[in-house]
């Protein structure tokens, strides 16, 4: 198929899964549209990215999502701050400006609170070789809120869209820019009137993409992304290329967003943490082809392995254990034997204990299975959001500097 050109492709099987716009049509028939997304100049082969995930979206887990079929990946947000002090070079946090032919093309996200500081900051990410750069007007925790960042913005608008026109003109021409916002601070209309005017602002400024994540800032994890919000946002941005972000959590969903939505992307974040396969399956539906398999539990031990070698390169031999636990646990989902496997990694102290688990649990091929769609693993709390702002990565960076507030 050409992707190049609009055509409509046929839903090979029934999207049925939960579904969070109650009174759009469910998609039962063939009628997805597939183009491809665009950032600026960079057509991307596929309209699925991963996206930006604070304590997740590192170079391993992008380096295997876009081996996996993701088009582009987003790095953790990063506070202006904390990228200025990258400059000086600190071993302990480099990682997080580490960008790699693996996982190509990537973005790198600033959150901060003086329009100002964007531009120096968004400089060093661009030497450091991100290939679009994107502004964090979403971040709902409350670090972020008191410290007047992330979705603070959507409360200002001349504020944001000198942030937007501080980072466009501090960037060459040649790489994009793109924002990222929630559907505004709350329910009002007031609310709702700034997030267009910010969007609004932001294309005429330049801006390339903007993804949109379909909950308020008050909201936070609580209730579903309101798709039908998406679907208004891409018709009033006409041509404009916007993303889809909330409740991607299956191929199926993915497809339906853009069906449903008429959106250029769609941004898969929790759905896509020990769950990169979303990517693959997503790719196939979205070209007409069945969807494909879960993976069997030794595919999944073969990316568990490599995504292990990823992370001890990126963070040596003591730091690895402990971030690819929480991977694993995610990555537990797709066993059969879930709950017990994911017991067994949750006891994980050492890389030995690590390796026991695999031996014990994928050395023995059998079917996997798609995740189910786990409603604990809604981030409900600040505490449970707490590496969304990237504080911690400054703060711990305290012996060196005073972490960014
Ligand atoms: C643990 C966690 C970390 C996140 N980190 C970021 C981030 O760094 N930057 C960002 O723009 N969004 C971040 N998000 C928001 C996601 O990108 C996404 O918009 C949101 O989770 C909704 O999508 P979902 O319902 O499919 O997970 C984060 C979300 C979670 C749960």
New binding site residues.
Partial sequence: MDLATTSVISLPHQLGGSNSVADLPSVESPVAVARPLRIGQVELTSPAVQ???????DWPMRTIATRMGASYS?A??MLDKFVRQQRRGRSRTAHHLRVSNQDFPVGG?LMGSDPEQFAPAARVLVEAGFHVI?I?F??PVKSAMGGCRGGYHLSQPEVALEIVSRVRDAVPTGIPVTL?MRRGIDETSESRDRFFAILDGAITRGVDAI?V?G?TVVQK?NGP?RWEFLKEVKEHAGSHTIIG?????SAEACLRMIDQTGVDGV?????AIGNPWIFTQFNALWKGQPLPLPPTVCEQADVLQEHFALAEECYGKDRCVGQMKKFSIKYARLHPDHARVRDAFVLVRSQDDWNAVIDRWYTDDRPGQYPEVDEAQV?TTDSS?S??T?DRSAESDKAESEPAR
Avoid: I
């Fill in positions: 996206a930006a995930l604070s304590g997740y979206s987003l953790e947000v996200q994107d964090n979403g971040c990222k993804t994540h909950r994890y992304s972000s909330g409740d991607l959590f941004s898969v974040a929790r759905g981030c959001c590496s969304f990237a």
